[in-house]
């Protein structure tokens, strides 16, 4: 009898234990999720003071601003309930800034105008805060999802109903090598 | 007479051009000094040997016949200091040099990469006091400092020597070498306000018993390599990742292989990067009282030191973001 009872016991405490850290590693990741959530506002704050800027100098753009202007505001509407629909609406958004970043090369009045290049240097430190934002998100993420889908914590996490969560991947386009020699 | 050394970087334009004007004419009054100073070791170590060995047996001798426990610890003592004695003025010929080819080759070198250099160092380690990467110890060396700026980046280094002072079962002093090699120290380009360190992967069982860093939350990067040799932990999980990017921990595995592999230590704070890099060796150390200055292997071997550590300035470039 008191051999079952310590049996019991010592179950309850590894349930316990595993959950507990099913329930640790989603508040993580939905930590790390509002960390995310602040650096895209700066983004979507300072996506239109860029576009005012640009729309002065890049006639040929048009098109270019005028998607950026369309992916910035379903992405704001998309919210954070959508959260794989918002974070594909980001990436396709830091892509085509990616574009009219290097669209600017090609208009040496705004090329050299300073506030141009201060919103330049702005929107650069706001990317490398999403980039490591993203970076955290998905650490955290990756140890949730690996314990909600391997045995035997998949079983609890299903029955406290916790599900894998979505990572927040870049598109391939934006995986291309950098071509360090020309910062060297 | 020339230095054939590849320019690579911009600070390094017209480098052959200043060695030809400014320091092969230094390095023939400069290869005399070396004779001279040779001169003088010789004979000195000649006197040394001629004095000490016949004092050594007058003393084996006397001690042999007049054995008397008071006296004998004391007359061992005085033997051991006149060796002392006698190794530190044997060695000043080849000191004095030393110290003045730094002063005539290496700080005019050290001016045109752009650089302050002090012989005697500045204590940088006196700086590194909240960084946590500092070895704990109890007495430190240091010298050739270098401080400059390179590309808009304030960077100081120099050569470390951190020792920890312990008794011994009988109460006598032991002196134990916990660190040598560099320690560097640069602004950097980015702000924040946590506090990030790197230390040597010290396996499992050693990551977790060094608990010396309650307040800091272990970071995971994706860079499998440098997770095996590094750990990393940090106050704050987005800025810690904001530092470490993946182009900044490619360069500091890069750094850490340019030392042969060395198990280097970094910290982030107070919109610093610190830096410890165990070497061993005397990585400034261009001249010797045995070879000729005129062959300039030993100024191309330091002029790579120098280029290795002025690489770790591009940890603080602005990649991989």
Same mark, same amino acid.
């Given at each position: 009898?008191? /051999? ?8 309850a ?18 930590d790390?999720?509002?960390?995310i959530?602040?650096q ?18 890049m006639?040929?753009?048009?098109e =270019?601003?005028t998607?950026? %202007?369309? #992916?910035? $505001? ?6 954070p309930?959508k959260t ?5 609406l ?7 800034m ?19 290049l ?5 929107y650069? *430190?706001?990317? !490398?805060?999403?980039s490591a934002a993203r ?9 949730l999802?690996?314990a909600?889908q391997?045995w035997p ?7 406290i109903g916790v ?5 927040f ?5 934006e995986? !291309?090598?950098? $071509?360090a020699?020309? +910062?060297? | 007479?020339?230095?054939t050394?590849?320019?690579i970087?911009p600070?390094?334009?017209?480098? &052959? ?12 009054e400069?290869?005399a ?6 001169k003088?070791?010789?004979?000195r170590?000649?006197?040394?040997v001629?004095?000490?060995?016949? /004092?050594g #047996?007058?003393l +084996? ?5 007049f054995?008397?426990p008071?006296?004998s610890? +004391? ?8 060796i002392? &004695?006698a190794?530190?003025w ?21 001016d045109?990469?752009?650089f ?8 940088l380690?006196a700086?590194f006091?909240?960084?946590?990467i ?7 060396? +240091?010298?050739d ?7 808009g980046?304030?960077?100081s280094?120099? *050569?470390v020597?951190?020792?920890d002072?312990s ?7 032991r002196r %134990?070498?916990?660190f040598?090699g ?7 380009n ?17 990551n ?5 860093f309650n307040?800091?939350?272990?970071? *995971? =990067? ?9 750990e990393v932990?940090?106050t704050?999980?987005?800025? /810690?990742?904001?530092l470490? %990017?993946? !182009?900044?921990?490619?360069r ?5 292989e $340019?030392?042969?592999?060395?198990? #280097?230590r970094?910290s ?5 990067l ?6 061993g060796?005397? =990585?400034?150390? /261009? !001249?010797?009282l ?5 062959? %300039?292997?030993?100024l191309?071997k330091?002029l &790579?030191?120098l ?7 591009k #940890?603080n470039?602005?990649?991989g973001?």
């Amino acid at each position: 009898m008191t /051999a079952v009872l310590i049996i019991i016991a010592v179950l309850a405490v590894i349930i316990w234990f595993i959950y507990a850290g099913i329930i640790r590693k989603r508040n993580k990741a939905l930590d790390a999720f509002s960390g995310i959530d602040v650096q895209l506002k700066k983004r979507h704050d300072l996506i239109p003071n860029i576009l005012t800027i640009a729309k002065r100098f890049m006639e040929h753009e048009k098109e =270019l601003l005028t998607e950026i %202007t369309r #992916l910035r $505001a379903a992405a704001i509407d998309a919210g954070p309930e959508k959260t794989t629909e918002r974070f594909s609406l980001e990436s396709a958004l830091q892509n085509q800034m990616g574009k009219l970043i290097v669209a600017v090369e090609n208009y040496p009045e705004l090329k050299s105008d300073a506030t141009m290049l201060n919103a330049q240097r702005t929107y650069s *430190e706001v990317e !490398a805060h999403i980039s490591a934002a993203r970076r955290f998100y998905n650490s955290a993420v990756n140890a949730l999802n690996n314990a909600v889908q391997i045995w035997p914590s998949s079983t609890i996490a299903r029955m406290i109903g916790v599900d894998a969560m979505p990572l927040f991947e870049v598109r391939e386009t934006e995986r !291309a090598p950098v $071509a360090a020699g020309d +910062f060297l | 007479m020339s230095l054939t050394f590849d320019e690579i970087h911009p600070h390094e334009k017209g480098f &052959g051009t200043f060695f030809s004007d400014r320091i092969a004419p230094i390095l023939e009054e400069v290869e005399a000094a070396r004779l001279e100073a040779r001169k003088s070791f010789n004979t000195r170590l000649v006197i040394c040997v001629l004095a000490v060995v016949p /004092a050594g #047996l007058a003393l +084996f001798v006397f001690s042999s016949f007049f054995f008397h426990p008071d006296t004998s610890e +004391f007359t061992g003592w005085c033997f051991v200091a006149a060796i002392a &004695g006698a190794i530190w003025w044997v060695n000043q010929p080849r000191r004095k040099f030393l110290v003045a080819f730094k002063q005539r080759i290496l700080r005019p070198i050290a001016d045109f990469l752009g650089f302050d250099f002090s012989h005697d160092g500045r204590d940088l380690c006196a700086r590194f006091g909240e960084t946590g990467i500092l070895h704990d110890h109890d007495d430190r060396e +240091f010298e050739d400092g270098f401080a400059g700026a390179h590309r808009g980046v304030e960077i100081s280094f120099e *050569e470390v020597k951190l020792i920890d002072v312990s008794r011994d079962s009988k109460g006598r002093k032991r002196r %134990t070498t916990v660190f040598d090699g560099v320690a560097a120290m640069m602004r950097m380009n980015k702000r924040f306000n946590g506090h990030t360190v790197i230390k040597e992967d010290r396996g499992r069982i050693g990551n977790w018993l060094t608990d010396a860093f309650n307040d800091f939350e272990k970071i *995971e =990067l994706e860079d499998p390599r440098f997770e095996e040799r590094f750990e990393v932990y940090s106050t704050d999980q987005v800025e /810690a990742r904001y530092l470490l %990017t993946p !182009a900044f921990m490619e360069r500091l595995f890069a750094v850490s292989e $340019a030392f042969d592999n060395a198990k #280097l230590r970094a910290s982030f704070r107070n919109d610093r990067l610190y830096l410890l890099i165990p070497y061993g060796s005397d =990585l400034f150390e /261009a !001249a010797s009282l045995r070879k000729t200055v005129l062959e %300039t292997d030993g100024l191309r071997k330091v002029l &790579g030191s120098l280029r290795g550590i002025i690489d770790v300035r591009k #940890l603080n470039e602005r990649l991989g973001l």
